[in-house]
């Protein structure tokens, strides 16, 4: 892969055009509400491009295309897809009443709701949520321009990579505040979408011309095999002989990622809570000029919500398809310290053995479905037999001597791989392993210790992405730098949506509510651009811890759980603040905290149930807490939404019109992509 000058010049400038035009707009604000919310001027074509923007970055170009690589498939879509239907929800169902209290962010309408308490409560979970956001969209950008780097035979650290993206964000979102967020979105969110357009149809061409590809033959179990592929072809027959298994909307109800039954409850709860109560994405409606227009703007981004799977996931599928063998090579780093420690654990194991400094024939000759941990004396020595990793054997895992030594097993250590190909890759490792599992487990309950989870990979499907732009753009045409920079933008755009949310929440509804009342619109300003300073510190040192992969290893499965310990208890206490009017204060406030512990106490006690599973336990929890306390002790009068700003709020008929047909499209599209479909 070359970056040639048309491409550098593309890319800058992409980059000085959107910045620059962002800026320009933005800079007559003077106020808290010009910085923090556009002046409220926002019209629904930047409303509903800044909406898609702010929510597409890297976190899902890179999330959901490793997402669709693996045995996911085109299921990961459902969180498009069910998004297209909960933002026509939440144009007409919650967004009058957030304009009518005309507030800032959306803790502070719980407190027009319940009380301060409540305000203070979700305000700092929000915060603390925020900041792995902030980590995992700097994360993503950072992996995409150290694996593209590296295919351009350049060395780019996760490190420097996140300093890069996050001095860039934050010196964009310091400056200009959301206008110039919402307008550098107005470029950015359409770059985003041909962007992805442009990948898919590459993708498919290079498909067309394939000789052999993988191919996952049963997603329940994520068995693959690599096939031949018949000359004379067309690459979307070939696409859909080789993913025809995979273009199914309804997983099995035991799947770890997206379970049928999360289809049901579970994932509308993250999609009403993202669309409808997450600050940095509700920020973008609370600027609007008026209901009609911020109404209008939600359902164009429900609209362009149905064709981002087109343009996102389908790409990633291919990638699979294609580059199978470029993502096990890229996991071999992952799996260099996870299987030394198995090894570790478990000497007398007949699949992983130690080699010191093996010369490049032993690497080479090295068979599939044994593991050779490869130890080289220093950094240098490692860096020098692993600079081509095309060239490496990925049954090879490489490590220093340092990192082997001081390497530290718990006691009770088992290896539990989320890959459903590992087994498959590895199938009488696998069998060790269990083995090897039952026995520890077995232990550790006569001893009463704890159990620490390892989780090996077969493949690193988070560089769908870079594999896709490295290996089907033309070169020297523009077309990478045009792509690189949407992506870019991308990121910058997401953080900095982020980056103003939480400087918002913490200007408003903790300094000026609680440490300081009386402060000036200059203070609140200046305050809300050192706190982005601040969060952006915090993402870039976070950034890099993120691709553990005993974490997961997947990075969209990383927020999307994460957010599960606020989001149930957040959308329940919402929800019953407007249809419950006798909800009382204190109601709000045991919502929000049943909900951090119930989630947390369902992780650790029943580790097996499924996250989205685990969100619809922990809403139906809270809501029926809210109701209980409502029987017992009522408002003596019901709770009166009063406006609290001068806006037009009458109600758009054409934008919901529109919203029908999103609706009943969506079905439609459900429909043809379950297991009895049509299309099928």
């Known amino acids: 892969m070359e970056f040639s000058v048309i491409d550098i010049s593309v890319f800058v400038l992409f980059v000085v055009c959107v910045v620059g035009v962002g800026l320009w707009k933005s800079r007559k604000e003077k106020t808290s509400e010009d910085y923090f919310l556009a002046g409220r001027g926002l019209v629904w074509p930047l409303i509903g491009f ?36 909960t933002l026509v929800i939440v144009a007409f169902g919650f967004l009058p009443y957030f304009l009518r209290a005309g507030i800032y962010t959306m803790p502070e309408f719980l407190e027009y709701r319940y009380n301060s308490s409540a305000r203070i409560i979700m305000a700092i979970a929000t915060m603390f949520i925020y900041m792995l956001l902030l980590g995992a969209v700097t994360y993503s950008g950072a992996l995409t321009i150290k694996t593209l780097a590296g295919k351009m035979e350049y060395s780019i650290s996760l490190e420097a990579g ?48 394939a000789s052999e590809a993988t191919t996952i033959v049963d997603v329940e179990t994520g068995k693959l095999m690599v096939k031949e592929l018949a000359e004379g072809v067309g690459p979307i027959e070939r696409y859909w002989d080789l993913n025809k298994v995979r273009m199914n909307m309804i997983l099995p109800s035991t799947d770890k990622v997206l379970p049928c039954t999360a289809l049901l409850l579970g994932l509308w709860i993250p999609n009403f809570y993202y ?44 990638a699979f398809n294609l580059f199978s063998k470029d993502m096990q090579q890229e996991a071999v780093f992952d799996n260099a310290s996870i299987m030394a420690k198995y090894q570790q654990a478990n000497p007398e194991t007949k699949f992983v053995e130690v080699a010191l400094s093996p010369d490049p024939a032993a690497v080479t000759n090295w068979p599939a479905g044994r593991y050779m941990i490869a130890v080289y004396a220093t950094d240098e020595a490692l860096k020098e037999a692993t600079k081509d990793i095309k ?45 090897f599992n039952g026995m520890v487990e077995e232990n550790a309950a006569k001893a009463g210790g704890l159990i620490s989870t390892e989780k090996p990979i ?41 980056l103003n949310a939480a400087s918002t929440i913490f200007s408003m509804d903790v300094y000026k509510k609680y440490i300081s009342p009386e402060a000036s619109q200059k203070a609140l300003v200046l305050l809300g651009r050192i706190c982005v300073i601040v969060f952006t510190f915090i993402a870039v040192m976070l950034a890099p811890r993120l691709g553990d992969p005993k974490i997961s290893n997947s990075i969209f499965t990383i927020i999307q759980e994460s957010q599960g310990f606020i ?47 685990r969100m619809a336990i922990c809403f139906g929890f809270c809501i029926l807490i809210i109701i209980l306390i409502t029987l017992v002790k009522p408002l003596a009068a019901p709770v ?16 919901k019109a529109a919203g029908i047909i999103v609706i009943l499209l969506t079905i439609v599209l459900y429909i043809l992509f379950s297991p009895l479909g049509l299309i099928r």
């Open 458 to 498: 077969s493949y690193k499907y988070d560089t769908a992405l870079a594999q896709l732009l490295g290996q089907v753009l033309p070169q020297g045409v523009g077309l990478i730098g045009f792509v690189l920079a949407a992506l870019l933008g991308a990121v910058v755009s997401s953080l900095a949506a982020m």
């Open 50 to 85: 800044s909406l898609i923007a702010a929510n597409i970055s890297t976190e899902q170009f890179v999330g959901m295309n490793g997402s669709a690589a693996s045995h996911v498939g085109l299921a990961i879509a459902s969180y498009e897809w069910m998004a297209a239907v």
């Open 640 to 655: 009166e939404f009063k406006q609290n700003i001068n806006m037009d709020l009458k109600p758009s008929k054409g934008a």
């Open 391 to 435: 060239a490496i054997n990925p049954f090879v895992l490489p490590i220093t001597q340092k990192d082997y030594d001081g390497i530290e097993v718990a006691e009770f250590t088992v290896f539990k791989s989320d890959d459903k190909a590992f087994s498959h890759v590895n199938p009488e490792l696998a069998l060790e392993i269990e083995a």
């Open 275 to 318: 669309w409808g109560l997450n600050q940095y994405i509700t920020q973008r409606t609370l600027g609007s000029s008026s209901l009609a227009q911020g109404q209008k703007g939600i359902v164009f981004s429900a609209f362009m919500k149905l064709l981002i799977p087109f343009a996102i996931v389908v790409p990633g599928i291919i």
């Open 162 to 209: 996140s300093l890069v993206i996050g001095i860039i964000a934050m010196l964009y979102v310091t400056a200009g505040g959301l206008k110039a967020c919402a307008w550098a979105d107005l470029i950015q969110g359409s770059a985003l979408i041909i962007g992805g357009i442009v990948i898919m149809v590459f993708a498919f061409m290079k498909l067309g011309q």
């Open 567 to 613: 989001s149930p208890g957040i959308l329940a206490v919402f929800v019953c603040g407007l249809l419950i009017h006798k909800a009382p204060p204190m109601a709000g406030v045991i919502g929000l905290l049943a909900n951090i512990v119930s989630y947390g106490a369902i992780k650790l006690a029943f580790p097996n149930v499924q996250f989205l599973n």
